[in-house]
């Protein structure tokens, strides 16, 4: 018989509930044990550095020479190995041209298993999207990164540079090391939002404030989310503390973005503001979602709005601020370089204060420095893909279709193959006679084929504007008592910032 006290917890109700989530329990784990065995028997004819028997490679993921460790695995394992996140997430990491090129030529969808954690946040724009509808968005914006529409942002470049700049010069006079990443990032989202988002004034609110943080903690709450398996299942992790920070992170990211469309909106309904519109030849990101019809004259969904202004107002600012300010890392290492683009500088300049169009064009070995330190910094180090058909690789091996493949951008700028001495910074790797006859899919700051960056000439000319006014106003040098230390998280920062000595050269404008 059952004791009285106990009768409760074997009730009917409770002995069937109980009966009903062990069943579910139970299919739960039959199905991602055969996942397993099907990721893994697909992967069968490559090797791979040993795993821990539950946590997979994720023990060394979460270690801060991870990044080294994947370039020592990429020497042992040649083309590719296997990586696993726990026992269930399994991915073909590749870091050679040849196979980067047979699955990156293709348009396969993002891995679910990694993406799917963003849409909670980014929902599904463009970064996320496939098929039909990605085609259709990305058909749509792909004129508000039009030539035209990006010759005004020089202007826009320089103004927030020098506002970034002039706080810089206090800072100097301290005279001592400090973190640039933060000053960088500021500028990064108010470069973005006046560009792209319409925004009027200058500088950042405290909402705009939040915002940068707030996907501070996203990106790196995400990047612990990919490498821990017990954070895989959506309601599991909400029930957590990480996931319970990610959605107030969430939270606050779209208070954000919600304004930004609501005032947009707003101004859209002054009649005078929609006749300046429609006579403008060219419009910029917003207008376009906002003023966008389909063939049956429906407008994009709210939904459809939000996540695009999400997916870009993250991937507009995040990656050019990891790529802003490795490069400077990368002059103060480098003396000699720095100089040289220093130089470059000043005889575009003369003595103008800014730069106009044409002059980006003659920036060439400030450009060539900003390709080395992407090879060897890259914004963003590893991206997904889930394949839809069949690939076959150069060396006969092959994946069936369902296979999941991590593309480690990272390893794959420091191939010796491809780049001898890769540890050495070398600009004229990518003058024009170096560059020819290298493997298209060798270099890829900015993924390649269908799927890659529509902001890349965005990112590339603000890059340019950025660091020439940086260079040209302060001389950058290290701080040896703080080497920065490299961390994936999402894009590539640095655990402990980027610490930076300057120099004012005493340049500011009309100096
Ligand atoms: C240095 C700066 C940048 C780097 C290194 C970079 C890198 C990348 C990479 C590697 C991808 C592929 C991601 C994947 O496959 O998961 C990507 C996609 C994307 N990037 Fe960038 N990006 C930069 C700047 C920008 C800017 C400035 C914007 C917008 C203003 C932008 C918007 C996007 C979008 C929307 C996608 C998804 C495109 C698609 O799938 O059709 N990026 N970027």
Excluded at 324 to 337: D, N, R, V
Excluded at 342 to 351: A, K, M
Excluded at 367 to 373: G, R, V
Aim: charged share 25%; aromatic share 12%; hydrophobic share 40%.
């Amino acid at each position: 018989m059952v004791p009285s006290f106990l009768s409760p917890i074997f009730s009917p109700l409770s002995l069937w509930v109980s009966g009903v989530i062990l069943v579910i329990g139970f299919l739960k784990l039959l199905r991602l044990l055969l996942r397993r065995q099907k990721l893994a028997r697909a992967m069968e004819s490559f090797s791979g550095p040993p795993t821990h028997w539950l946590f997979g490679h994720a023990l060394q993921a979460k270690q801060t020479d991870f990044l080294e460790r994947v370039v020592s695995w990429a020497h042992q394992f040649p083309y590719a190995h296997q990586l696993w996140f726990g026992q269930f997430l399994g991915f073909l990491n590749i870091y050679e041209p040849d196979y980067a090129k047979a699955v990156y030529s293709r348009g396969d969808p993002k891995a679910p298993d990694v993406y799917d954690f963003f849409l909670q946040w980014i929902g599904k724009g463009l970064l996320v999207l496939h098929g039909p509808k990605w085609f259709q968005h990305r058909k749509l914006l792909t004129p508000g990164f039009h030539y035209d529409v990006l010759k005004p942002y020089v202007a826009v470049f320089a103004e927030c540079t020098h506002a970034m700049l002039d706080k810089w010069e206090k800072k100097a006079l301290e005279d001592k090391s400090f973190d640039i990443f933060c000053d960088v990032g500021h500028m990064a989202l108010d470069t973005l939002m006046r560009c792209t988002f319409g925004k009027g004034e200058k500088g950042l609110c405290q909402r705009d404030n939040n915002y940068y943080l707030a996907v501070s903690d996203l990106t790196l709450l995400m990047q612990q989310r990919i490498e821990s398996f017990q954070y895989h299942n959506d309601f599991i992790y909400w029930l957590t503390p990480h996931g319970r920070r990610f959605l107030r992170a969430c939270k606050m990211a779209h208070d954000h973005t919600d304004q930004v469309i609501r005032k947009r909106k707003e101004v859209l309904k002054d009649e005078k503001e929609q006749e300046k519109i429609q006579k403008r030849k060219h419009l910029d990101f917003l207008d376009i979602l906002l003023e966008a019809r389909d063939e049956n004259g429906l407008r994009l969904s709210d939904t459809d709005i939000r996540a695009e202004v999400d997916t870009f107002m993250f991937e507009g600012h995040d990656t050019t601020t990891s790529g802003i300010s490795w490069f400077l890392y990368c002059m103060a290492l480098y003396p000699e370089h720095q100089q040289r683009c220093r130089e470059e500088v000043r005889e575009i300049l003369g003595d103008k204060d800014s730069f106009q169009w044409d002059d980006l064009g003659k920036m060439t070995y400030l450009t060539m420095c900003i390709k080395e330190s992407f090879r060897l910094y890259p914004p963003v180090p590893q991206v997904y893909r889930q394949l839809s058909k069949p690939v076959n690789f150069v060396d006969g091996r092959s994946l069936p279709a369902g296979s999941l493949i991590s593309l480690h951008i990272y390893a794959l700028h420091r191939n010796s193959a491809v780049w001898p001495d890769p540890e050495v910074f070398d600009p004229l790797r990518f003058s024009p006679e170096n560059m020819s006859g290298r493997h298209p899919f060798a270099f890829m700051p900015f993924s390649a084929g269908p799927r890659n960056c529509i902001g890349q000439q965005f990112a590339m000319n603000e890059m340019k504007v950025v660091t020439a006014l940086c260079l040209h106003r302060f001389e950058f040098s290290l701080d040896p008592s703080r080497v920065p230390i490299k961390m994936p998280q999402l894009i590539l920062r640095s655990k402990n910032g980027i610490h930076l000595h300057l120099k004012s050269l005493g340049r500011g404008p009309g100096k």
